[in-house]
């Protein structure tokens, strides 16, 4: 009869390619039991996968049964942990962990990348808000569908998030005319930033999606030091220019620590509508090197697709007007990935500490 080792050590041999690791590395398991007839596994994974579930239950109880020679039986279930966050930095009410979408400069697709990764979230289950830090040039409200969209006011420090399409949002779009150009100093627009944060009335959050503006300037501090973020993400293309950016944003969180979760590599290449040709407009394999070489993880390229755009001006982005495309299963992996890999980060809050040691010399 096998026992608990044995079943982990079967485990231990099915990778899973957005965790980069086994799911017994990954703590996926919970409880083991093992008779003479059946094996019977709990298993919890640390982020949202509703569409996989089923998908991976079989295959788990696949592996199992052919390399123990028993009957298997997989009980594979999902739940979001709160993560680390800045030592020093109080934690934001009903938001879990923070995960902030930046990018060194504009033009790469960032405010597109951020709505349709948090849109793949929501549809794989989790609870999802989305905040458009971009204080100067708000773009979510368009891309939601909301343009025209007002926040409730609970009172003077109080307001509801704005609901679309399963999200939570948050613009200073919603709270101002569209047409009226925000003409406000450096620390002007980072206390309406961290204004528009802390009054937001978040409600049970797995995630919560910020969306910054291009750069490393005063609201990118800002949001860095007084905010609680438990990660960042890094939008770039594959031109140079753009990667040397980019590298200028890993560099700012870095130094602030925020971790950086990894590089997403917007228009990768574009398919030809008309004959299929794949072409590198852009250049070919600047992401992935990017992340290579600051020993982060590569979360995934995006090509260059004029419905991504399309579907983003009409307000309705592409995970929600084709679930089932091409595109949206790349959004979906890439959302995994994201949060699989931040499941993998440490829960607790003392590494954000510095240790003292004192020593006689």
């Not at 899973?16 to 007839?37: F, H, T």
């Not at 039986?73 to 800045?86: F, G, I, M, N």
């Not at 979230?121 to 979510?140: C, R």
């Not at 991504?308 to 959302?335: C, F, L, M, S």
Request: hydrophobic share 40%.
């Amino acid at each position: 009869m096998h026992n608990e080792q044995s079943v982990k050590n079967s485990l231990n041999q099915w990778l899973l390619p957005e965790l980069g690791a086994s799911i017994v590395e990954a703590n996926w398991v919970k409880r083991i039991e093992c008779s003479q007839d059946i094996i019977k596994v709990k298993l919890v994974a640390g982020f949202p996968c509703d569409s996989k579930v089923a998908h991976w239950k079989q295959q788990i109880e696949q592996h199992l049964a052919e390399h123990l020679k028993v009957k298997t039986q997989v009980d594979l279930s999902w739940s979001v942990a709160s993560h680390t966050h800045k030592a020093g930095v109080p934690s934001l009410a009903g938001v879990k962990n923070l995960i902030a979408i930046a990018s060194g400069k504009g033009g790469v697709g960032k405010s597109t990348t951020a709505v349709n990764v948090a849109l793949a979230l929501a549809a794989e289950g989790a609870k999802v808000g989305l905040l458009d830090a971009d204080i100067y040039g708000p773009s979510q409200p368009i891309m939601l569908g909301k343009a025209d969209a007002k926040p409730e006011a609970l009172s003077q420090k109080e307001i509801l998030p704005v609901e679309s399409y399963g999200l939570q949002t948050m613009s200073i779009g919603y709270l101002v005319d569209p047409e009226q150009a925000m003409v406000w100093r450096g620390p002007m627009a980072s206390g309406a930033l961290q204004q528009l944060i802390n009054d937001t009335q978040w409600r049970d959050l797995d995630y919560l999606i910020i969306d910054l503006p291009p750069g490393t300037g005063d609201i990118q501090l800002t949001l860095s030091q007084k905010v609680p973020l438990t990660a960042a993400v890094v939008i770039t293309t594959p031109q140079d220019i753009a990667l040397a950016d980019a590298l200028k944003g890993i560099s700012m969180f870095n130094k602030v620590n925020v971790p950086v979760l990894g590089v997403i590599e917007n228009m990768g290449m574009h398919v030809c509508t008309n004959c299929g040709h794949v072409e590198h407009i852009f250049g070919e394999g600047g992401g992935s090197a990017l992340a290579h070489e600051q020993k982060i993880e590569f979360l995934g390229s995006l090509p260059l697709s004029r419905n991504i755009r399309d579907d983003a001006d009409k307000g309705k982005p592409t995970v929600v007007a084709d679930p089932h495309g091409a595109v949206a299963t790349q959004y979906a992996e890439i959302a995994r990935t994201l949060t699989a890999r931040l499941a993998r980060q440490a829960k607790d809050y003392s590494q954000s500490f510095p240790t003292i040691s004192i020593t006689n010399d």
